[in-house]
Protein backbone atom coordinates (compact mmCIF):
# COMPACT_ATOMS: atom_id res chain seq x y z
CA UNK A 1 0.00 0.00 0.00
CA UNK A 2 1.23 3.43 -1.07
CA UNK A 3 2.49 6.18 1.66
CA UNK A 4 -0.26 8.77 2.64
CA UNK A 5 0.41 11.57 0.54
CA UNK A 6 -0.19 15.35 1.75
CA UNK A 7 -3.49 16.63 1.02
CA UNK A 8 -4.12 13.11 -0.96
CA UNK A 9 -5.66 10.47 1.42
CA UNK A 10 -5.64 7.23 -0.18
CA UNK A 11 -8.34 4.67 0.86
CA UNK A 12 -7.78 1.11 2.40
CA UNK A 13 -8.16 -2.26 0.58
CA UNK A 14 -10.80 -4.53 1.57
CA UNK A 15 -11.50 -7.15 -0.64
CA UNK A 16 -8.26 -7.31 -2.36
CA UNK A 17 -5.73 -7.18 0.46
CA UNK A 18 -1.69 -7.99 -0.28
CA UNK A 19 -0.69 -11.38 0.91
CA UNK A 20 3.31 -11.49 2.53
CA UNK A 21 5.60 -13.82 0.64
CA UNK A 22 7.33 -16.21 2.18
CA UNK A 23 9.96 -17.40 0.89
CA UNK A 24 10.70 -21.07 1.44
CA UNK A 25 13.57 -23.76 0.63
CA UNK A 26 12.45 -24.21 -3.01
CA UNK A 27 13.77 -25.28 -5.46
CA UNK A 28 15.01 -23.16 -8.08
CA UNK A 29 12.28 -23.37 -10.89
CA UNK A 30 9.52 -23.67 -8.01
CA UNK A 31 10.88 -19.77 -7.13
CA UNK A 32 10.89 -18.52 -10.35
CA UNK A 33 7.41 -19.85 -11.62
CA UNK A 34 6.22 -18.05 -7.38
CA UNK A 35 7.46 -14.88 -8.73
CA UNK A 36 5.91 -14.77 -11.58
CA UNK A 37 2.36 -15.54 -9.89
CA UNK A 38 3.07 -12.83 -7.56
CA UNK A 39 4.02 -10.05 -10.62
CA UNK A 40 0.66 -11.00 -11.98
CA UNK A 41 -1.48 -10.76 -8.70
CA UNK A 42 0.86 -7.45 -7.82
CA UNK A 43 -0.68 -5.94 -11.14
CA UNK A 44 -4.09 -7.08 -10.52
CA UNK A 45 -4.50 -5.30 -6.85
CA UNK A 46 -2.33 -2.33 -7.88
CA UNK A 47 -5.18 -2.03 -10.61
CA UNK A 48 -8.20 -2.94 -7.87
CA UNK A 49 -6.14 -0.19 -5.60
CA UNK A 50 -6.36 2.09 -8.33
CA UNK A 51 -9.86 1.85 -9.29
CA UNK A 52 -10.65 2.10 -5.56
CA UNK A 53 -8.95 5.40 -5.65
CA UNK A 54 -10.44 7.23 -8.26
CA UNK A 55 -13.69 6.45 -7.05
CA UNK A 56 -13.18 7.65 -3.64
CA UNK A 57 -10.82 10.73 -4.10
CA UNK A 58 -11.79 13.85 -5.57
CA UNK A 59 -10.72 14.69 -9.19
CA UNK A 60 -7.88 16.84 -8.11
CA UNK A 61 -6.85 14.49 -5.33
CA UNK A 62 -6.53 11.78 -7.85
CA UNK A 63 -4.87 13.87 -10.44
CA UNK A 64 -2.17 15.14 -7.83
CA UNK A 65 -2.01 11.36 -6.46
CA UNK A 66 -0.85 10.19 -10.41
CA UNK A 67 1.10 13.25 -10.57
CA UNK A 68 3.31 12.73 -7.58
CA UNK A 69 4.22 9.16 -9.01
CA UNK A 70 4.65 10.07 -12.73
CA UNK A 71 1.79 8.05 -13.76
CA UNK A 72 -0.25 10.39 -15.74
CA UNK A 73 -2.07 8.39 -18.85
CA UNK A 74 -0.07 5.55 -17.21
CA UNK A 75 -3.16 4.69 -15.01
CA UNK A 76 -5.26 3.63 -18.11
CA UNK A 77 -4.30 0.56 -19.07
CA UNK A 78 -4.25 -0.59 -15.12
CA UNK A 79 -8.42 0.94 -14.79
CA UNK A 80 -9.10 -1.40 -17.91
CA UNK A 81 -7.82 -4.33 -16.01
CA UNK A 82 -9.45 -3.67 -12.69
CA UNK A 83 -13.13 -3.01 -15.09
CA UNK A 84 -12.24 -6.17 -16.76
CA UNK A 85 -11.03 -8.38 -13.63
CA UNK A 86 -13.62 -6.76 -10.94
CA UNK A 87 -15.66 -10.11 -10.37
CA UNK A 88 -12.33 -12.25 -9.37
CA UNK A 89 -9.76 -11.87 -6.95
CA UNK A 90 -6.18 -11.80 -7.32
CA UNK A 91 -5.08 -15.49 -6.16
CA UNK A 92 -7.36 -16.38 -9.48
CA UNK A 93 -4.60 -15.46 -11.81
CA UNK A 94 -1.97 -16.51 -9.86
CA UNK A 95 -0.79 -18.96 -12.76
CA UNK A 96 -1.17 -16.62 -15.59
CA UNK A 97 1.43 -14.61 -16.81
CA UNK A 98 1.31 -11.05 -17.08
CA UNK A 99 0.99 -10.51 -20.40
CA UNK A 100 -1.95 -12.25 -21.19
CA UNK A 101 -3.89 -10.57 -18.51
CA UNK A 102 -2.74 -6.84 -20.11
CA UNK A 103 -4.13 -8.71 -23.62
CA UNK A 104 -7.91 -9.75 -21.98
CA UNK A 105 -7.99 -6.36 -20.64
CA UNK A 106 -6.97 -4.12 -23.73
CA UNK A 107 -9.36 -6.45 -25.98
CA UNK A 108 -11.53 -6.94 -22.96
CA UNK A 109 -14.81 -6.37 -25.73
CA UNK A 110 -13.49 -8.81 -28.19
CA UNK A 111 -12.40 -11.44 -25.29
CA UNK A 112 -15.81 -10.77 -23.22
CA UNK A 113 -16.74 -14.45 -24.22
CA UNK A 114 -13.73 -15.30 -22.54
CA UNK A 115 -13.80 -13.39 -19.72
CA UNK A 116 -17.44 -14.65 -18.74
CA UNK A 117 -16.40 -18.53 -19.48
CA UNK A 118 -13.43 -17.88 -16.78
CA UNK A 119 -16.02 -16.91 -14.02
CA UNK A 120 -17.34 -20.42 -14.68
CA UNK A 121 -13.71 -22.53 -13.62
CA UNK A 122 -12.84 -22.97 -10.63
CA UNK A 123 -9.00 -23.46 -11.87
CA UNK A 124 -7.45 -20.77 -13.84
CA UNK A 125 -4.26 -20.98 -15.43
CA UNK A 126 -2.71 -20.06 -18.57
CA UNK A 127 -3.46 -23.03 -20.61
CA UNK A 128 -6.95 -22.71 -20.06
CA UNK A 129 -7.18 -19.24 -20.83
CA UNK A 130 -4.96 -19.77 -23.74
CA UNK A 131 -7.49 -22.78 -25.12
CA UNK A 132 -10.08 -20.22 -24.74
CA UNK A 133 -8.46 -17.46 -26.73
CA UNK A 134 -7.63 -19.59 -28.91
CA UNK A 135 -11.14 -20.96 -29.56
CA UNK A 136 -12.53 -17.30 -29.73
CA UNK A 137 -10.10 -16.50 -32.51
CA UNK A 138 -12.49 -17.90 -35.30
CA UNK A 139 -10.97 -17.86 -38.98
CA UNK A 140 -13.13 -15.78 -40.88
CA UNK A 141 -13.99 -16.81 -44.80
CA UNK A 142 -11.77 -15.27 -46.92
CA UNK A 143 -13.37 -12.82 -48.93
CA UNK A 144 -12.06 -12.85 -52.94
CA UNK A 145 -10.27 -10.03 -53.49
CA UNK A 146 -11.88 -7.35 -56.07
CA UNK A 147 -9.39 -6.26 -58.72
CA UNK A 148 -8.50 -2.69 -58.69
CA UNK A 149 -6.49 -0.93 -61.43
CA UNK A 150 -6.19 1.65 -59.01
CA UNK A 151 -3.06 3.21 -58.18
CA UNK A 152 -2.70 5.80 -55.01
CA UNK A 153 0.11 8.87 -55.40
CA UNK A 154 1.84 10.95 -53.19
CA UNK A 155 -0.33 14.12 -53.08
CA UNK A 156 -3.84 11.83 -52.86
CA UNK A 157 -4.30 11.56 -56.14
CA UNK A 158 -4.71 8.16 -58.18
CA UNK A 159 -4.14 6.84 -61.28
CA UNK A 160 -5.08 3.63 -63.15
CA UNK A 161 -2.39 0.43 -63.97
CA UNK A 162 -3.38 -2.48 -66.34
CA UNK A 163 -2.48 -5.15 -65.04
CA UNK A 164 0.38 -7.31 -67.43
CA UNK A 165 -1.41 -9.50 -70.28
CA UNK A 166 -0.23 -13.07 -70.84
CA UNK A 167 -1.13 -14.73 -73.75
CA UNK A 168 0.18 -17.43 -75.89
CA UNK A 169 -0.58 -15.76 -79.19
CA UNK A 170 0.65 -12.49 -77.77
CA UNK A 171 -1.70 -11.23 -80.36
CA UNK A 172 -2.85 -7.92 -78.15
CA UNK A 173 0.74 -7.07 -77.44
CA UNK A 174 2.15 -7.24 -81.37
CA UNK A 175 -1.08 -5.39 -82.07
CA UNK A 176 -0.79 -2.61 -79.51
CA UNK A 177 2.91 -2.68 -80.90
CA UNK A 178 2.26 -2.74 -84.26
CA UNK A 179 -0.18 0.24 -83.59
CA UNK A 180 2.10 2.33 -81.54
CA UNK A 181 4.88 2.32 -84.18
CA UNK A 182 2.30 2.95 -87.49
CA UNK A 183 0.52 5.60 -85.69
CA UNK A 184 2.76 7.50 -83.32
CA UNK A 185 0.60 7.05 -80.60
CA UNK A 186 1.25 6.10 -77.03
CA UNK A 187 -0.04 2.45 -75.02
CA UNK A 188 -2.04 4.88 -73.26
CA UNK A 189 -3.41 6.81 -75.78
CA UNK A 190 -4.14 3.32 -77.82
CA UNK A 191 -5.97 1.71 -74.74
CA UNK A 192 -8.11 4.80 -73.99
CA UNK A 193 -9.49 4.99 -77.47
CA UNK A 194 -10.43 1.44 -77.30
CA UNK A 195 -12.28 1.67 -74.09
CA UNK A 196 -14.41 4.45 -75.33
CA UNK A 197 -15.46 2.48 -78.71
CA UNK A 198 -16.28 -0.41 -76.30
CA UNK A 199 -18.68 1.63 -74.07
CA UNK A 200 -19.83 3.60 -77.17
CA UNK A 201 -20.64 -0.45 -77.97
CA UNK A 202 -22.17 -1.12 -75.30
CA UNK A 203 -24.46 1.93 -74.89
CA UNK A 204 -25.88 1.05 -78.56
CA UNK A 205 -23.98 4.03 -80.11
CA UNK A 206 -22.41 1.45 -82.74
CA UNK A 207 -23.25 -1.86 -84.01
CA UNK A 208 -20.53 -4.79 -85.41
CA UNK A 209 -21.10 -4.90 -89.16
CA UNK A 210 -22.59 -8.17 -89.15
CA UNK A 211 -25.01 -7.46 -86.53
CA UNK A 212 -26.08 -4.64 -89.29
CA UNK A 213 -25.91 -6.62 -91.96
Not at 3 to 8: A, C, E, L, R, W
Not at 116 to 128: A, P
Not at 136 to 151: E, F, G, L
Request: aromatic letters at 8%; charged letters at 25%; hydrophobic letters at 35%.
Amino acid sequence: MMTPIQGVTATQINSHQFEPYVEDSVTASEFSFQTLADVTKAILRHAFWLAEQKHNLSLKEYKKLLSIYGWQGEEKKYLKIAATFGKFEPQDFAQVEPRTIYQLAERSKQYQKVIDKLLDLSVINQETVRTLIQKQRTPRAARPKKPSIWRRLKNGGRYCQIPPIHETSEQTGTTLQKMMDEEGLTAQQIVAEAIALRQAYKEGQLVLAKDRN
